[in-house]
């Protein structure tokens, strides 16, 4: 399935309420606003996106349950540049800009499209070189050579540009262990949508990595998920939605958003024993320690 096609598959049905709001703010490592709320038709580069107003009310109804930072993740040259523009204006958003493995797997990595990534990484408000990694499950073998090229030239970035790396893993674990391995891994690198087993979070707890676990915690079929969290040292996790995807129970299938994530949020203070509020916090703390603030800087005179 095309990532346009899976879009519109995760955006049927009504959209879920918002769930009572967390007691202290925390953030969405990680959301696809532009998918949420825009559809870019097939092959065109610049497409419909949604408007500022439309991007300015979601974002004001994460902050209504207190998620009040978010991170815009771009999956090819176009939404990258989308992500940096948004947040260029808007404070409440950081960005991550790459191509997204599956992008890179069907040719997507040239030198021209992976040189667009190197200048809006260098953008104040861009903060990671993400999603970038490797995918076994929707490309196929044909395609791992480029993937892994174009997984080796983002993390060379994020070093180059002082960034974090924000990982797609999708069956590929020893692989991407490998592969940061060859190359040294950045500083700040983080597992988005966590998926592995207690055994490979502990080899990445073990390397400093930081596990970003969505939606799929709360999952009936996830238990290996759940344990995987509880041995993570709570300053190595953190919470996304991967919006408008892997919304959470109880409303598994219909569109996801940033608004949702306080039922991962308490899922994972279930999970690690963890008062709520205080892991509330730590979520900040970490999510700046990786990204960098969220607040505008004063403009030197």
Same mark, same amino acid.
């Given at each position: ?31 696809? *606003?532009? &998918? ?19 991007? !300015?009310? $979601? ?77 076994? %499950?929707?490309?196929?073998?044909? #395609? ?10 983002? &993390? =060379? &970035?994020?070093?180059? =540009? ?13 692989? &991407?262990?490998?592969?940061?391995? !060859? ?12 998926? #592995? ?8 707890? $073990?390397?400093? %990595? ?13 238990? %290996? ?11 190595? *996790? ?53 990204? #960098? ?9």
């Amino acid at each position: 399935m095309s990532r346009s096609a899976s879009s519109r598959a995760n955006r049927r049905g009504e959209p879920p309420p918002s769930p009572e709001p967390l007691p202290a703010p925390a953030l969405d490592s990680h959301t696809h *606003l532009d &998918i949420v709320l825009g559809e870019r038709p097939a092959g065109d580069e610049h497409g419909e996106w949604a408007s500022d107003d439309d991007v !300015d009310a $979601e974002i004001a109804a994460a902050a209504a349950v207190n998620v009040t930072r978010l991170v815009q993740v771009g999956v090819d040259v176009a939404s990258s540049r989308w992500s940096a523009e948004l947040a260029a204006r808007h404070p409440n958003v950081l960005a991550a800009v790459a191509l997204h493995p599956n992008e890179a797997g069907g040719g997507g990595a040239s030198d021209a499209a992976l040189a667009e990534i190197d200048r809006l990484a260098a953008l104040p408000r861009v903060r990671a070189v993400g999603e970038t990694g490797l995918d076994r %499950y929707r490309t196929g073998p044909e #395609g791992w050579p480029a993937q892994e090229a174009s997984f080796r030239a983002h &993390i =060379r &970035i994020a070093k180059e =540009r002082g960034v974090a790396l924000v990982i797609h893993d999708r069956d590929a674990h020893e692989q &991407i262990l490998r592969v940061l391995e !060859d190359e040294g891994a950045p500083e700040h690198t983080v597992f988005h949508c966590f998926s #592995g087993d207690a055994v490979f979070a502990k080899a990445c707890v $073990e390397r400093g %990595y930081v596990l970003s676990f969505a939606g799929t915690l709360t999952f009936g079929n996830a238990g %290996y998920l759940r344990e995987a969290a509880a041995l993570t040292p709570v300053d190595q *996790l953190l919470v996304e939605t991967d919006s408008p995807f892997l919304t959470p129970a109880p409303f598994r299938g219909r569109p996801n958003a940033s608004r949702l994530v306080p039922h991962t949020v308490r899922a994972l203070a279930e999970v690690t024993g963890t008062e709520l509020v205080e892991l509330c916090h730590t979520l900040t703390a970490t999510a700046e320690r990786v990204f #960098g603030p969220w607040e505008q800087q004063p403009a030197p005179r």
